[in-house]
């Protein structure tokens, strides 16, 4: 399953990719097995990622520590999941 996620983060795009990193490193990759973060400018973002699990990965991103780090960093965000329409 494919992952979009679309927001802005108060604290810059940068501070949200070394987020992402550490949590690739935490154990996030057990979930997802490819990611890319595009900064849409304006503190804005779009992640991709390529999700394995989607319960793993939403619990993941439902922790406490990681509710508290949106709202420190002032993260808001949708989540969208995308299918292929072309092979």
Do not use: P
Not at 10 to 22: N, P
Not at 25 to 49: H, I, K, M, P, Y
Not at 65 to 81: A, F, L, P, R
């Amino acid at each position: 399953m494919n992952m979009c996620i679309h927001g802005t983060i108060d604290t810059g795009v940068e501070t949200l990719r070394s987020r992402v990193e550490h949590n690739m490193a935490r154990g996030a990759s057990e979930f997802c097995s490819e990611w890319q973060l595009t900064d849409a400018g304006n503190n804005e973002f779009v992640w991709l990622g390529k999700i394995t699990n989607m319960d793993g990965m939403g619990a993941f991103l439902s922790t406490e520590e990681e509710i508290q780090w949106d709202k420190d960093n002032g993260c808001v965000y949708k989540i969208y999941t995308m299918d292929e329409i072309s092979g």
